[in-house]
């Protein structure tokens, strides 16, 4: 066969629901020489990896590690290991991710409870207060704290109590918050938390940074069964992860997005986590400020900072905009997902990606192929 | 908390039994700037890495893509997609990679018929024939091509004939031999195989290439039920995988590890893939002198070119040897796995690492050691 040209990818910014523009120190770090996955070196890396994960989950769960997949492996890595066949669970559906969720509990034999609201609203602390009543032998809860197909930014705080005062589990997607809004795994009392390394974290996508609380262990330790993943099965996960007792092989890890993502964890508590958040929000006014001008509309009632999903105005070609906006400026913003599908645009500002250039570029960009 | 150093990775040969050493020119594609999972540019990107994917499987099967995980991820790929609650397989068993099969089928829910040899042995095609005319009612086979615990060489060209003659599939493992020994998907008619990037590929670890015949594309579209995996199902990954009708959004794809994949695969093709099948053979047998002349046996009858695994010699303290390699030349060598724990060093010659001047190295290193 004819061997294809050298790899020449465009220096695209990033702005869409992810992944973000990568900063050239991760790059970096990611092309770094590749250590075998049980040479001292790497291991210490690894675990200074596991000890910048839950500062930036504010977390001292010792179980906090980067599951070896994209962000979906980590939902099911939740999914599996909490739940056993016959379980019931509550899944919070407000979105694309909600409903995958669902999709994989239901794939663990678990019966589910769904509590749904419109794409782009959020839950109330009364509806899930009724949710949990209503389906008292439920295991756990799962609700999305960023849900990326719509911008709707749900809050947590005053969930858990409810969650635990009904013996559950409070299960949490994390995915395009984390590193960006505030996220508080041990005071807000979230058990089990996934993300993903190419949102607000602006690493390369292949990793799901997860955290599992004690009282989740302890759920994990009381299974019946085997995990239905083998890749997944956080038992054995666990002997490589934490330190103790010596490592015990299980998969080659990936070695080079771990190098990655230290180095985007880094970037992340050089700058200060409170003050990258608060970047996040003056980000998210600014961008909102500009788009509002323009008569765009935000669909969600409560927005993330970090992807603003907008309304396509009427008799706009909604693709035809994005590819003049990536031909012509090689910017990337995303399209509606699900319910939203040619009638939005999400626009990420996540990380490296969320900065006062990137945003006046975007908005003279859309005010250019608008008119 | 006080933020780790930045990252310093020592440049090791690895010869152990994975990750192989990554050439720079892989390390320089995996930095890339890093592109959108829907980007018509990483598209193109993709299309090539799974054309050159076949090439090097000798396949022409549509369904030839890489799994999102590394290369356990593809083990549990096949399982899962290929069995369903209920199903039978005989799962060939001489070492740790076919133990974990089991492991994995019976998660599936299936019923194992394991057919077992001592560790370091192969199968004959009678054992085979004798296993398939008692358990009937199996779906498939699975082999190992290349036992990374024991380093035996399976030969595969006998058995497709009789595995399609009782109506069943043909699994194989080819972690281990993929680009550094010859393996030929269509002509052996293999119905579905596994690989890793780590290995005689020569790019990091992170990807599990895989490829399914029509008829085992066919197996998969009669099933009963759902996938238990929704991250590893296949039925929506080939939405994204194989053009067509447009790509499906399923998971965000590791763009930069396909970015440094297809540069992998670049270099195989440039060296030709026999005349890389040769050079593997060749540095196989210019060790394998080395090491017999200092004393050292290989442990199994059939030995992989790619995976060398001799006796520790006895009195040796085999931990302090390997530590030594690492301290004093940067050189990883393997441990033995399982059954050979603390007897046998593994030592690899996979793609990049297998040079006449690395094993000269390494047979001087070893020497000096044990003397």
Known sequence: MLIPAQLTPSERILMGPGPSTVPSRI?????????GHLDPQYLGYMDETCAMLREV???????TFPVSGTGMAGMETLATNLLEAGDEAIICIN??????????VQRCGATVHAL???????FSTDMIARAVADHPRAKLLTIVHA????GAHQPLETISEIVHAAGMLLVVDAVTSLGGHELKVDEWQIDAIFSGTQKCLSCPPGLSPVS???????VMESRKTKVQSWYLDVSMLRAYYTTGTGRAYHHTAPINMVYALREALRIVLEEGLDARIERHR?????????????GLAYIPTHSLHTLNCVRVPAGIDEAAVRRRLLQEYSIEIGAGLGVFAG???RIGLMGHAATPRNIDLLLAALRHCLT
């Open 27 to 35: 790059l970096r770090a990611l092309g770094a020489p590749t250590l």
């Open 95 to 104: 979105g694309a991710f909600g409903l995958r969720m669902r999709d994989i």
């Open 212 to 218: 599992f609380s004690p009282r989740a262990v302890q």
């Open 57 to 63: 989950f504010q977390t001292r769960n010792p179980l």
């Open 282 to 294: 003056l980000m998210h006014l600014r961008l909102r400020a500009g788009l509002e001008a323009m």
């Open 343 to 345: 009638q939005a645009w």
């Open 116 to 122: 749904e609201v419109p794409w782009g609203e959020i």
């Open 147 to 150: 849900e990326t197909s719509t």
